[in-house]
T-cell receptor, first 109, second 113 residues
């Protein structure tokens, strides 16, 4: 079982819709959780991080964490073509960062 | 501030050759990291350092070495390049109390043939 699992996609949504990206993990000791966005050929950039169960909102982005179910998700409201990228889920535990393989999102105008 | 810089941007190596990937940050970050990213995959941690003189292995350290003589620099050494080391290598840095805010360099694309 992979430590961080993501649906590779591609996930395609129309402009203005909500994009929902999901991630499950196996390490119950994970302390913090991150979503990175990576444009093709570029380095990852941090979008959101979440430590506690529940929701965390930042602009059009909402991260949701459920530690009991070992599940973290990212919702993107009012999706824009500029949101088209690969989204990497990552978790941190004791100086060790583990990444999922990423979900490729395409937002169609 | 230049942030995190990496050199070279691209490199082709023959099997068995060695090289050093350079990484420098000018943000006075204590923590630095080396990741590799294979096509269609997430990043895997190779080595990390929590300060000058201190390094530790990550998930995939075999075939690599690192050193950290200064806060600014964290070079990654490949001694005997193998085709399995063909990848994109990213260096990152962060403050110790803000490990969630990792700043990534632009990456080095390495091909071993």
């Amino acid at each position: 079982q992979k430590e961080v699992e993501q649906n590779s996609g591609p996930l395609s949504v129309p402009e203005g819709a909500i994009a929902s990206l999901n991630c499950t993990y196996s390490d119950r000791g994970s302390q913090s959780f991150f979503w990175y966005r990576q444009y093709s050929g570029k380095s990852p950039e941090l979008i959101m991080f979440i430590y506690s169960n529940g929701d965390k909102e930042d602009g059009r982005f909402t991260a949701q964490l459920n530690k009991a179910s070992q599940y973290v998700s990212l919702l993107i409201r009012d999706s824009q073509p500029s949101d088209s990228a690969t989204y990497l889920c990552a978790l941190y535990n004791n100086n060790d960062m583990r990444f999922g393989a990423g979900t490729r999102l395409t937002v169609k105008p | 501030n230049a942030g995190v810089t990496q050199t070279p941007k691209f490199r082709i190596l023959k099997i068995g050759q060695s090289m050093t990937l350079q990484c420098t940050q000018d943000m006075n970050h204590n923590y630095m990291y080396w990741y590799r990213q294979d096509p269609g995959m997430g990043l895997k941690l190779i080595y990390y350092s929590v300060g000058a003189g201190i390094t530790d292995k990550g998930e995939v350290p075999n075939g690599y070495n690192v050193s950290r003589s200064t806060t600014e620099d964290f070079p990654l050494r490949l001694e005997l390049a193998a085709p399995s080391q063909t990848s994109v290598y990213f260096c990152a840095s962060s403050l110790p109390d803000r490990v969630n805010e990792q700043y990534f360099g632009p990456g080095t694309r390495l091909t071993v043939t």
